[in-house]
């Protein structure tokens, strides 16, 4: 697939650079060399990419990137300027564009490595866009967001294993998204038409489970007012998922291995065995076989649900699928609360990968809630939007993961670095460019292409 750049300037040898640094490859370069021009290109085409000059014969690119904007709200674009101030870096950057360049430019490493990430952030929105017109074809098929080969392999484990009615364990901490495993399961099975029943054997006492599982004829205990069907009689023809099945008693887990082996049960205060057919699901964010080995799960209960397993990885072991998730996250807070189109500006998209993500993928979705909720205007939306301004300290920005490519890691630690710097010569530029023993200009144009934009 050819991916198409749009590049508005008026100066030859910038069209010759960037011409000469886009050679090879599918990509496919169209110049403008003024608005008019570039708006014509603009409305014939779509563009993956438009690196927009400042200042241009007829008009200057802020004004032109927010028509393109009205007209295609995810439009990614890099503005380009040889007069550079900071003020105009600020305002680039809450208007939503990817990043703001100074010319000429210093780098041209740093240049490409601006582009391509610009280039990743557009193909992970035709990604949303292409999933979301799935989802509208498929509503009963829930959204699993990845990009990553892990993620990639598990859902082809999942693909080949949910229409062959085999019980399947699925594990993973909390807040990876287990749930929505075991419902794209259930959607791809023979039994999507039938139930699907969630429930969380932690949340509930011993009794409890046992009677919300088994269900009981009325007058069976103190309170059974009347006669209920319990969740292995409604699963009948469905799914069973039981979410922390490492927390069921000893006892609850003798009479699942009896009913899973018999496949029928009796509610409680009864002896009629009824039929029980229902798929089932188990989730733990235990290492189940651990809890085997530590005498806490049943091993016989353990081979019968472990006929297939899903791993299902923590966010931080796969950071490809950040900003996808982020991105799928952003427009259905935007749908769901009526908001203006509002993008990830480039600080936000570096702590974004930057995160522990101790709480998974259930914590960027609240952290991207959060920043649609306070984001104000419609601005692109900054760190301190999505709550993570405090949450990287100087020593984690300087320890780049290891499984990242060279090109990012170093990205990385030279974000963190520049980062430190001006906390270290607050409001200094000056300062900071001697203490780094470089240009008060090489500074700059560092901080514009990590996305280190200091406020004016």
Same mark, same amino acid.
């Given at each position: 697939?050819?991916?198409?750049?749009?590049?508005?300037?008026?100066?030859?040898?910038?069209? $010759?650079?960037?011409?000469?640094?886009?050679?090879?490859?599918?990509?496919? +370069?169209?110049?403008?060399?003024? %608005?008019?021009?570039?708006?014509?290109?603009?409305?014939?085409?779509?563009?993956? &990419?438009? /690196?927009?000059?400042?200042?241009?014969?007829?008009?200057?690119?802020?004004?032109?990137?927010?028509?393109?904007?009205?007209?295609?709200?995810?439009?990614?674009?890099?503005?380009?300027?040889?007069?550079?101030?900071?003020?105009?870096?600020?305002?680039? *950057?809450?208007?939503?564009?990817?990043?703001? +360049?100074?010319?000429?430019?210093?780098?041209?490493?740093?240049?490409?490595?601006?582009?391509?990430? #610009?280039?990743?952030?557009?193909?992970?929105?035709?990604?949303?866009?292409?999933?979301?017109?799935?989802?509208?074809?498929?509503?009963?098929?829930?959204?699993?967001?990845?990009?990553?080969?892990?993620?990639?392999?598990?859902?082809?484990?999942?693909?080949?294993?949910?229409?062959?009615?085999?019980? /399947?364990?699925?594990?993973?901490?909390?807040?990876?998204?287990?749930?929505?495993?075991?419902?794209?399961?259930?959607?791809?099975?023979?039994?999507?038409?039938?139930?699907?029943?969630? &429930?969380?054997?932690?949340?509930?006492?011993?009794?409890?489970?046992?009677?919300?599982?088994?269900?009981?004829? @009325?007058?069976?205990?103190?309170?059974?007012?009347?006669?209920?069907?319990?969740?292995?009689?409604?699963?009948?023809?469905?799914?069973?998922?039981?979410?922390?099945?490492?927390?069921?008693?000893?006892?609850?887990?003798?009479?699942?291995?009896?009913?899973?082996?018999?496949?029928?049960?009796?509610?409680?205060?009864?002896?009629?065995?009824?039929?029980?057919?229902?798929?089932?699901?188990?989730?733990?964010?235990?290492?189940?076989?651990?809890? %085997?080995?530590?005498?806490?799960?049943?091993?016989? +209960?353990?081979?019968?649900? $472990?006929? *297939?397993?899903?791993?299902?990885?923590?966010?931080?072991?796969?950071?490809?699928?950040?900003?996808?998730?982020?991105?799928?996250?952003?427009?259905?807070?935007?749908?769901?609360?009526?908001?203006?189109?509002?993008?990830?500006?480039?600080?936000?998209?570096?702590?974004?990968?930057?995160?522990?993500?101790?709480?998974?993928?259930?914590? +960027? @979705?609240?952290?991207?809630?959060?920043?649609?909720? *306070?984001?104000?205007?419609?601005?692109? /939306?900054?760190?301190?939007?999505? !709550?993570?301004? $405090?949450?990287?300290?100087?020593?984690?920005?300087?320890?780049?993961?290891?499984?990242?490519?060279?090109?990012?890691?170093?990205?990385?630690?030279?974000?963190?670095?520049?980062?430190?710097?001006?906390?270290?010569?607050? !409001?200094?530029?000056?300062?900071? #460019?001697?203490?780094?023993? /470089?240009?008060?200009?090489?500074?700059?144009?560092?901080?514009?292409?990590?996305?280190?934009?200091?406020?004016?």
């Amino acid at each position: 697939m050819v991916t198409k750049i749009l590049l508005i300037d008026d100066d030859p040898y910038t069209q $010759n650079l960037v011409a000469g640094l886009l050679r090879g490859g599918c990509r496919e +370069l169209q110049c403008a060399l003024n %608005v008019a021009q570039a708006r014509q290109l603009f409305r014939a085409s779509d563009f993956n &990419l438009a /690196i927009v000059d400042q200042r241009l014969p007829d008009g200057n690119g802020f004004d032109l990137f927010a028509d393109m904007r009205r007209e295609r709200p995810h439009q990614m674009a890099i503005l380009i300027t040889g007069y550079a101030e900071v003020r105009d870096a600020v305002r680039a *950057v809450r208007a939503g564009l990817f990043d703001y +360049l100074t010319k000429p430019f210093a780098n041209l490493e740093e240049l490409e490595a601006v582009i391509d990430k #610009a280039l990743e952030m557009d193909r992970a929105y035709r990604e949303i866009a292409t999933l979301q017109e799935t989802l509208k074809a498929r509503a009963d098929i829930p959204a699993l967001i990845g990009r990553s080969a892990v993620i990639e392999k598990l859902l082809q484990t999942l693909r080949q294993a949910a229409p062959l009615d085999t019980t /399947i364990l699925i594990e993973g901490e909390s807040g990876t998204g287990k749930e929505l495993f075991a419902q794209q399961i259930h959607a791809l099975s023979r039994r999507a038409q039938g139930p699907m029943l969630e &429930l969380n054997c932690g949340a509930l006492s011993e009794s409890l489970l046992e009677t919300t599982l088994f269900g009981y004829e @009325k007058g069976a205990f103190t309170g059974a007012g009347k006669t209920t069907a319990g969740y292995f009689e409604e699963a009948n023809g469905g799914t069973l998922l039981l979410d922390e099945v490492t927390d069921m008693s000893p006892k609850l887990q003798a009479s699942l291995l009896r009913v899973l082996q018999e496949h029928t049960f009796a509610r409680l205060g009864s002896t009629v065995q009824r039929p029980s057919d229902f798929r089932l699901i188990c989730a733990t964010n235990k290492p189940l076989q651990d809890e %085997v080995q530590a005498g806490h799960f049943r091993a016989d +209960l353990y081979y019968r649900i $472990n006929v *297939v397993k899903l791993q299902v990885p923590p966010l931080r072991q796969r950071p490809d699928d950040i900003m996808p998730l982020a991105l799928f996250f952003l427009d259905h807070f935007i749908r769901k609360f009526g908001k203006q189109a509002s993008a990830f500006s480039p600080q936000a998209i570096a702590a974004l990968e930057m995160a522990p993500w101790h709480g998974n993928v259930r914590e +960027l @979705k609240h952290a991207v809630e959060r920043a649609v909720v *306070v984001n104000v205007g419609g601005k692109a /939306i900054t760190p301190e939007d999505l !709550g993570l301004h $405090n949450r990287t300290t100087a020593t984690s920005l300087l320890a780049p993961r290891a499984c990242l490519p060279l090109r990012d890691a170093r990205e990385q630690f030279e974000r963190g670095y520049f980062t430190a710097l001006l906390k270290t010569a607050p !409001g200094n530029l000056s300062e900071a #460019a001697r203490l780094a023993g /470089i240009s008060r200009q090489s500074l700059y144009s560092n901080l514009n292409r990590l996305g280190v934009v200091t406020e004016p």
